[in-house]
């Protein structure tokens, strides 16, 4: 029997993220007292009405089949949550509710990449997109933003890296995992640049209810009607309404992708859980004041542990706009305590000082390090004490 299996999985790099959650997970359970400052999801429970709703839906037998592309009512309420927060007209056809944003993502490159197709992805990018797009059989392309811009992309950057089989370019914003957001005018540029090209725009929007300090976040398909047609939005409840386990993520775009998007889906998943359909319905239609409770709690967190942070040796620390993520650069703490890489130095304050954090690497920056702080504000404090004593320790002049 032959046992080889399929060559699309022979380039995966495994989840970071997850492979240190996973680790921090197994100390606790050895009795060993762990921070853990991966997470990527809220730390709230799910608001109580929106569970009462999933709860009510299966009370009433709606636990059968439904469209494979989502429940009517739940596409018209997220054409209502679109319309109302940005201005954007779609119909049920240019809409698909997914199995979570990331299945969402997945399918979306499954139907417009063919084999040595190209997207461009700006680095710090969140660890799924370059997989995704390798297991479509495409290739991803990277444009590197830094702590000295502010971790984004300019449209030069863009336009430099498109070829004659670039096919589209990834916009995160806010970004997972710098926190960092695209002014109007810096999306109007490198939507300007795709219109040039006339490649897709895919618009990853899912921490777009995350944002402190004044912060406003413009979707790029509001900005023109070619911008509407050519960008691809994707976005969930998993973040704004701490539903990551419910599973359900949607896009909103071009119903010549759309349609093609719900056959590939009615062959996979089906549809994504009914349950958690009437959850969601209930999340985008119900009251609003949990959404506003977590994010406000998120900012006071931000406030208090940034200027900790900013204050441990050898960090160069940008204050993040949204999501809930810090990415200091690392790279003279690094060195200055005798590793080779931030890989190793992460390993070490795990295993030393009992702090999760994920490395950089992951992310396309290996001299950073994230670090969330969807995490209790006590913990996270003393976390970063530890930290600070880590690198004071070992710090060598």
Known sequence: MNRKLATRTESLTPSTTLAITAKAKAMKKDGIDVIGLGAGEPDFNTPENIIEAAYKSMEEGK????????????????????????????????????????????????????????????????????????????????????????????????????????????????????????????????????????????????YEKLLYGGATHTSVAQLSGDAKERTIVINGVSKSHSMTGWRIGYACGDERVIKPMTDLASHSTSNPATPSQYAAIEAYEGPQDAVEMMRKDFGERLEAVYPLLAEVPGFRLLKPQGAFYLLPDVTEAVRKTGFGNTDEFAKALLEEANVAVIPGSGFGAPDTIRLSYATELGLFKEAVRRIREFVEKRWQD
């Not at 596409?75 to 209502?80: G, L, V």
């Not at 944003?101 to 700006?122: C, M, N, R, S, W």
Request: proline share 7%; aromatic share 8%.
């Open 63 to 206: 636990t059968k089949y439904t469209p494979s592309g989502g429940l009517p009512e739940l596409k018209q309420a997220i054409i209502n949550k679109m319309q109302r927060d940005h201005g954007l007209t779609y119909s049920p056809s240019e809409v698909i509710v997914g199995v979570g944003a990331k299945h969402v993502l997945y399918t979306l490159f499954q139907v417009i990449l063919d084999p040595g197709d190209e997207v461009v992805i700006p680095i710090p990018y969140w660890v799924s997109y370059p997989e995704q797009v390798k297991l479509a059989g495409g290739k991803p392309v990277f444009i590197e933003g830094t702590v000295d811009t502010d971790f984004k992309v300019s449209a030069q950057q863009l336009r430099s890296a498109i070829t004659d089989r670039t096919k589209a370019f990834i916009l995160n914003s806010p970004s997972n995992p710098s926190g960092m957001i695209y002014t109007e005018e810096e999306l109007k540029e490198l939507a300007s640049v795709c219109k040039e090209a006339d490649i897709w725009i895919i618009s990853d929007e899912i």
